[in-house]
């Protein structure tokens, strides 16, 4: 198993706040759970699909006992449609951060993470008509019509399979007339400087991801998932921020007829595997800092 096997919760300061990464499935809320049972504190998501109420079962979130059991925060705390960005989380965690308890934050959403110990640049909202555009563009053309009009030093940086951000970016130049990357280059203070917590990466061994990640979604489908899918389907708009979970286009087209479960399972599991492989890549060139470990047994 890839990272430091002899991590241990003692060796972390209690003073300060802790921030867990790692990809999906790879045992981060677990972590969470013990160094706030051993250390105190609150768990904090920094997961962007862990915010909508609408989706405990398939995003993963903590179970309600576990809420229960330790304080959580921003967890599925926003309905489907509202607003939210790495600009809302940062503004909803900033108080967190001034106590009084010591917040432990988890999540996968790298661009959270790095927003928080790196700082963020200040982009004006995206009007709603640059918006439709690109919603529009992005269905007709597909993400590649979008990433073809970047700016060089925005295209250079993105990741070219994440067409949410080839989107954001795309709205980006579009509204302001300067790319992302510029943006990004002219970033403000980190609310938590790196020297200000501790910084845990979980780094698991692929194959043994990948089968975690296939028994969970299994476990998911049995445990409701497809009950909190059938709930959403009215309001269904698969380009939404709240629709993007993992597996929810996949359980949709079971739910339409479109497919037998047996194959929306294995498409969605196909889904998670892939996303959880360019978690890793994003944290490998964008967390050298952190602190690898192994996932909690």
């Keep these: 198993m890839a990272g430091n096997t002899l991590f241990s919760i003692d060796e972390i300061d209690p003073e300060k706040p802790v921030l867990i990464a790692g990809p999906t499935a790879s045992g981060k809320s677990a972590l969470a759970l013990a160094i706030a049972g051993a250390q105190g504190g609150v768990i904090v998501n920094a997961d ?136 990004q280059d002219d970033t403000g203070p980190a609310l938590l400087p790196p020297g200000a917590c501790t910084r845990l990466l979980i780094e698991a061994d692929r194959d043994w991801l990948a089968a975690r990640i296939d028994r969970r979604l299994v476990a998911m489908v049995e445990g409701g998932a497809l009950d909190e899918v059938r709930a959403v389907l009215p309001d269904w708009q698969p380009g939404a921020p709240w629709a993007r979970a993992i597996g929810a286009a996949e359980l949709v087209a079971y739910l339409g007829g479109e497919v037998a479960l047996g194959d929306a399972v294995a498409a969605a599991q196909a889904a998670t595997r892939q996303y959880a492989k360019r978690q890793r890549t994003w944290f490998r060139s964008r967390m050298a800092g952190w602190r690898r470990i192994a996932p909690p047994s």
Excluded: F, K, M
């Design 48 to 183: 962007a699909l862990q915010v909508w109420d609408c989706w405990r079962v398939l995003s993963a979130r903590p179970s309600a006992g576990d809420e229960a059991r330790v304080p959580h925060a921003l967890y599925g705390h926003l309905s489907r449609g509202a607003d939210w960005s790495v600009g809302h989380w940062l503004r909803a965690v900033a108080p967190l951060l001034a106590g009084p308890a010591r917040p432990i934050i988890v999540g996968g959403t790298g661009l959270y993470l790095g927003a928080l110990t790196e700082g963020l640049a200040v982009i004006p909202a995206v009007p709603a008509a640059v918006r439709a555009e690109a919603d529009a563009l992005i269905a007709g053309a597909g993400p590649g019509a979008l990433l073809a009009g970047l700016d060089p030093a925005t295209a250079a940086r993105i990741d070219p399979q994440n067409p949410a951000r080839i989107q954001r970016a795309w709205e980006v130049l579009r509204a302001t007339g300067r790319g992302l990357a510029d943006w």
